[in-house]
């Protein structure tokens, strides 16, 4: 399978925003390997990152030391969804066969948490319980996704998909307090594509519209002390989430998304922010941009 890539001249930069910092600190750059979607580990020393189908490890007290492959056993090659399980232990990932798998972060033999339903199942949220798990369930990529809840033992378990209404619906996470599933959906949109930050209540019920923008806007990731989050703003008119683009990466609190506290303008899109990149202890967040050469 054929994974992105760095093109000629360009870079993964592994960059830390916060309420503090106008200008983002830049933690990580490699020239070797185009990686996404950092998670934060629970104890705070430590990114997990995925590139070209593998997980990778970085440690944010010395990110000089590089990046660590972690090795798994029958474990698929992956996509960029991927989210920490909360006993610190664990993650959860997703694999380009369709499914979600846990493992241990110290790498090792994985469990399949879905059933083979000839649907492809996208990861982006766990409870705080880790009992169970909210994807982007899909029957086919012309078909939008829907938010799908499921228990998160092995082989899968009965499976409630939320009505969200209209268009497409991307990644579900739950709030910290596990009353909240926050996502983002074209449900709001004016036009084709449009995505808007929305939030639905845990187990169904109205979808709320949580900012109204004109920028298409995805992936709202909150802070574990609830009182902050992160997103991506594509340019009006992007249809999805691609790489390549000019995107502003927002700090809003969550009381007054509609302000940003920081506006971090990158070269990136897929890739920056797919999945909650917070530290545990809610200062900064972890995200990737993808610089080219003058």
């Known amino acids: 399978?054929?994974?992105?890539?760095?093109?000629?001249?360009?870079?993964?930069?592994?960059?830390?925003?916060?309420?503090?910092?106008?200008?983002?600190?830049?933690?990580?750059?490699?020239?070797?390997?185009?990686?996404?979607?950092?998670?934060?580990?629970?104890?705070?020393?430590?990114?997990?990152?995925?590139?070209?189908?593998?997980?990778?490890?970085l440690s944010v007290e010395d990110p000089g030391a590089g990046l660590t492959r972690i090795e798994f056993t029958g474990l698929p090659e992956l996509n960029n969804d991927h989210v920490l399980d909360p006993d610190g232990d664990h993650i959860l990932l997703s694999a380009m066969d369709r499914h979600i798998y846990r493992a241990a972060l110290s790498g090792g033999s994985v469990t399949k948490l879905t059933a083979d339903d000839d649907r492809w199942h996208f990861l982006h949220g766990v409870s705080p319980d880790g009992a169970r798990?909210?994807?982007?369930?899909?029957?086919?990529?012309?078909?939008?996704?829907?938010?799908?809840?499921?228990?998160?033992?092995?082989?899968?378990?009965?499976?409630?998909?939320?009505?969200?209404?209209?268009?497409?619906?991307?990644?579900?996470?739950?709030?910290?307090?596990?009353?909240?599933?926050?996502?983002?959906?074209?449900?709001?949109?004016?036009?084709?594509?449009?995505?808007?930050?929305?939030?639905?209540?845990?187990?169904?019920?109205?979808?709320?519209?949580?900012?109204?923008?004109?920028?298409?806007?995805?992936?709202p990731h909150l802070s574990p002390d609830a009182r902050l989050a992160s997103y991506i703003a594509f340019p009006a008119g992007t249809i999805g989430h691609p790489a390549d683009l000019d995107v502003e990466v927002r700090l809003v609190s969550i009381d007054d998304w509609a302000t940003p506290l920081r506006r971090y303008p990158v070269f990136g899109g897929q890739g920056t922010i797919n999945v909650n990149s917070w530290a545990p202890d809610s200062t900064r967040f972890a995200f990737v941009a993808y610089p080219t050469a003058p």
């Not at 309420?19 to 830049?26: K, L, Q």
């Not at 939008?144 to 092995?154: D, H, N, S, W």
């Not at 990644?171 to 596990?178: A, K, L, N, Y």
């Open 1 to 57: 399978m054929t994974f992105r890539a760095l093109t000629p001249g360009q870079r993964s930069r592994v960059l830390l925003g916060s309420p503090s910092d106008a200008e983002p600190e830049v933690l990580f750059e490699t020239d070797e390997l185009l990686v996404e979607a950092p998670n934060w580990s629970l104890d705070g020393s430590t990114l997990y990152l995925n590139g070209n189908g593998q997980l990778w490890s």
């Open 133 to 219: 798990i909210a994807y982007v369930e899909l029957e086919g990529f012309e078909h939008p996704g829907r938010l799908a809840v499921a228990p998160a033992v092995e082989g899968g378990g009965p499976v409630t998909v939320l009505d969200t209404g209209d268009g497409h619906l991307d990644g579900p996470e739950w709030s910290p307090d596990g009353r909240w599933l926050v996502c983002n959906t074209e449900h709001f949109g004016t036009e084709p594509g449009h995505a808007q930050l929305a939030r639905i209540p845990d187990g169904g019920g109205t979808l709320e519209h949580l900012v109204a923008s004109d920028t298409v806007d995805w992936f």
